[in-house]
T-cell receptor, first 108, second 114 residues
Framework: GQQVMQIPQYQHVQEGEDFTTYCNSS?????IQWYKQRPGGHPVFLIQ?????EVKKQKRLTFQFGEAKKNSSLHITATQTTDVGTYFC????????FGTGTSLTVIP | NAGVTQTPKFRILKIGQSMTLQCTQD?????MYWYRQDPGMGLKLIYY???????DKGEVPNGYNVSRSTTEDFPLRLELAAPSQTSVYFC?????????????FGPGTRLTVT
């Protein structure tokens, strides 16, 4: 099956620092989605990227889709304690393959 | 709308027992999915359905069965439970339209097999 790798697996940051998670695939992706899962909760959809080189912003969150459509990143500027959780990328099509996730801890 | 609902929230099974995890969505979504999430791991697709009467295997289907007799319901059946099936199970649905497959997840069922 399709493999979607995410790095890093864990990230601890001081509140106010920036955070980035990367998603990489060995194959070209038709599109990619990002989800956030709070501790003890369920994944919640954040955004979908479709076009090569696409960049989308949601307040402090910036999402990028690589030119070759094999990688993507999520960048959070000036993290807050409300950003705590695990961030997953997912490749889409008939089936969904979720990345391994990056767990973000924000230290106040 | 309630969205995606799952029952039960928690369950403890003995090895060899069977059970059905229930999933219902009220958004008239075509697609429904079952995932399992092991501690500290990502989600792995067990089965999915693109509409009533149609189901297909995902990445990890062994030990599970599904059915989709209505648009709203997508139950997951575990036969002969094994400790390896201890996990959190999430049901999700999406309305496939063009390239948009945003998934809505239920709250999950935490299953322990001992």
């Amino acid at each position: 099956g399709q493999q979607v790798m995410q790095i890093p697996q864990y990230q601890h940051v001081q509140e106010g620092e920036d955070f980035t998670t990367y998603c990489n695939s060995s194959t070209t992706l038709s599109n990619i989605q990002w989800y956030k899962q709070r501790p003890g909760g369920h994944p919640v959809f954040l955004i979908q990227l479709v076009k090569s080189g696409e960049v989308k912003k949601q307040k402090r969150l910036t999402f990028q889709f690589g030119e070759a459509k094999k990688n993507s990143s999520l960048h959070i500027t000036a993290t807050q304690t409300t950003d705590v959780g695990t961030y997953f990328c997912a490749s889409t099509g008939n089936q969904f393959y979720f990345g391994t996730g990056t767990s973000l801890t924000v230290i106040p | 709308n309630a969205g995606v609902t799952q029952t039960p929230k928690f369950r403890i099974l003995k090895i060899g027992q069977s059970m059905t995890l229930q999933c219902t969505q009220d958004m008239n979504h075509n697609y429904m999915y079952w995932y399992r999430q092991d501690p500290g791991m990502g989600l792995k697709l067990i089965y999915y359905s693109v509409g009533a009467g149609i189901t297909d295997k995902g990445e990890v289907p062994n030990g599970y069965n599904v059915s989709r007799s209505t648009t709203e319901d997508f139950p997951l059946r575990l036969e002969l439970a094994a400790p390896s099936q201890t996990s959190v199970y999430f049901c999700a649905s999406s309305y496939a339209q063009g390239s948009s497959y945003e998934q809505y997840f239920g709250p999950g069922t935490r299953l322990t097999v001992t």
